[in-house]
């Protein structure tokens, strides 16, 4: 039987409803919702004491920037630095006794990861993690610290979708409970309960929720509980710009496979979504916009250095996309779920120059420099203006030649600086070729 849609404005009115559907186990896990309310509330009983309330609360500096009412839906701050032990353990604490001594496995970028084996560790269950060896190591760690003896983390190919073929076929031969990153009913269920938090903690109408897309459990858990219980909020789901499996998806009307995507949002870097989660994302999502990777990073940079907030490229993706809705969200109520803040030190230099590269601050030339005395000299007196500062430089000399390359990286103070100073490498003979637009540039300088 399907539920009637209901607009809540206040915590009592959710509770009434959500105490009403507490024990109507029997309904079918399905409906063309894709899963119950029943369920979302079933699933925060199953987690309650684990997994507890993430606070939701106005920033004022982006409230300010964007003249909005902008929250910030703060899952970075769960035990496992995440969202994903919602759904993870949900899910696990489901399985019967003979599943449960059997053991589960999963893979994951991760943050799911980290969940599982959480959830086995207090569980006491048994788990085979799979990740991306590309995994940065700080996730690997946590796994390894949250699952103890629980887990064995096994690191395989160079994306999340490898990493899941070689779990499946583990899970095939043992025997084992897959429990999927995003494409079950229970993970979806489980995440959902973010969206009954919300409508809980703030009791004013919401005009606008903003939902991280990889998967889809998120995005899928989420508008199911919005789209029933606050149906005038608009849902946005946001994507790596590099890895927009969601938003073609529903543009082509079904599932697609990437065959080629950018990693670096490891959070939300998969080839297909769930099969699950695209149908139900394809209802509830009003639409889903991409955002470049390069403003992501300017994002995680800014939350650090002017909110002191840290957080991954995946948890900075719908705060980094209020710039594309600016027009659109003025005056009204937006809420960006943060969704998690599992970032490894080691990637701040690579996040720092992908801001700058983005903000048109850094630039990286071949320069070509006569084989004499003073060039070089010359180069920084009449070339490089006031402001401007080499950061990399790489030259080899050679004898026989009248001329040598270089390769430089030089950091502006402002954006407008860029063509003056190519003008003056052209005039003074100085440019050799201009390399940001290079697509193996990072891979090379970081």
Not at 55 to 61: I, P, W
Not at 276 to 300: M, W
Not at 366 to 395: C, H, S, W
Not at 425 to 439: E, I, Q, T, V
Request: aromatic letters at 8%; a negative charge; glycine letters at 8%.
């Amino acid at each position: 039987m399907q539920e009637a849609p209901y607009f809540c404005h206040s915590f009592s009115t959710l509770s009434l409803f959500l105490k009403c559907n507490e024990f109507d186990l029997m309904e079918p896990i399905s409906t063309s919702f894709g899963i119950r309310l029943s369920d979302v509330q079933r699933a925060r009983y199953n987690i309650q004491g684990v997994v507890h309330p993430t606070l939701l609360a106005k920033n004022f500096r982006l409230s300010q920037q964007f003249e909005a009412n902008i929250l910030l839906k703060r899952e970075d701050l769960q035990i496992v630095r995440s969202y994903k032990i919602r759904g993870a353990f949900n899910k696990i604490s489901s399985l019967d006794a003979p599943q449960k001594k059997q053991g589960v496995v999963c893979a994951s970028a991760g943050n799911h990861a980290q969940g599982v084996a959480y959830a086995c560790q207090i569980l006491g269950i048994h788990a085979h993690i799979f990740m991306p060896s590309t995994t940065p190591k700080q996730k690997v760690d946590q796994v390894k610290y949250f699952g103890g003896e629980w887990v064995e983390v096994v690191l395989t190919g160079d994306t999340f979708d490898d990493s899941q073929l070689e779990a499946l076929d583990f899970c095939t031969g043992k025997g084992k409970v897959f429990v999927p990153p995003f494409d079950d009913p229970m993970v979806i269920a489980g995440q959902g309960t973010i969206g009954l938090e919300i409508l809980e903690q703030y009791t004013q109408p919401i005009d606008y929720v903003l939902l991280p897309v990889g998967g889809g459990g998120l995005a899928s858990g989420v508008s199911t509980v919005l789209k029933q219980l606050s149906p005038q909020t608009k849902i946005i789901g946001i994507e790596p710009h590099g890895a927009d499996a969601m938003r073609q998806s529903i543009q082509e009307g079904k599932r697609i496979i990437l065959h080629d995507i950018d990693t670096f949002v490891d959070g939300a870097a998969v080839k297909q979504v769930g099969e699950l989660n695209f149908n139900i994302c394809q209802q509830h999502l009003d639409k889903v916009i991409t955002v470049d990777e390069g403003r992501i990073c300017e994002t995680i940079v800014d939350l650090y250095n002017k909110d002191a907030i840290v957080v991954e490229p995946s948890g900075a993706m719908c705060i980094a996309a209020l710039h594309q809705l600016q027009a659109e969200i003025q005056g009204k109520t937006v809420v960006c779920l943060v969704s998690g803040s599992n970032n490894d030190l080691s990637r701040m230099e690579e996040i720092k120059e992908r801001a700058l590269l983005y903000k048109g601050l850094k630039h990286y030339f071949v320069v070509v420099f006569p084989q004499r005395a003073g060039a070089l000299k010359e180069f920084v007196a009449d070339v490089l203006g006031p402001n401007d500062d080499i950061t990399y430089f790489q030259y080899t000399k050679k004898t026989s030649r009248e001329s040598g390359a270089a390769v430089i990286g030089i950091e502006l103070k402002e954006k407008r600086d860029f063509e003056p100073l190519v003008q003056r490498m052209n005039s003074l003979k100085f440019f050799g070729r201009y390399l940001n637009d290079d697509p193996n540039l990072l891979s090379i300088l970081v």
